[in-house]
């Protein structure tokens, strides 16, 4: 009896230690593949990573040439502006120079009116 005993409990053992060494191998099939699909994911998400960099910093090229054309547009805009209020000034300087020379011309007129008079009348 005790034979039987000592040979179940050791045939008990030995299966014991070789359905832990099979689980263990499992349970280490399964890590093995869990991590090989956390690499996977990783990389999946560097490489979205990266995508997006490169269409962030395309993007960002493509904002930052917009304002340099619209800062351009608009110093050309500002400018445009500065000549014609020079314009606008000169025109007005041009008007009021005109309408003092329409002045002077009926000033000259009526001097030289008063002047033909005055012949006539030293004439007569």
Known sequence: MKATTILFSLGLGVCLLISTHTIAQST????KQI???RVEQDKKRLSDADDLR???KSNANHAKADAKDAKSKAVAAQHADKEAAA???QAKKSVRLEEKAQKNRMQADKQAKKAAKANRKASN
Request: charged residues 45%; glycine residues 0%.
């Open 87 to 89: 314009a606008a000034k």
């Open 54 to 56: 490169k269409a962030t």
């Open 35 to 37: 991590e090989k699909e």
């Open 28 to 31: 280490s099939t399964q890590e």
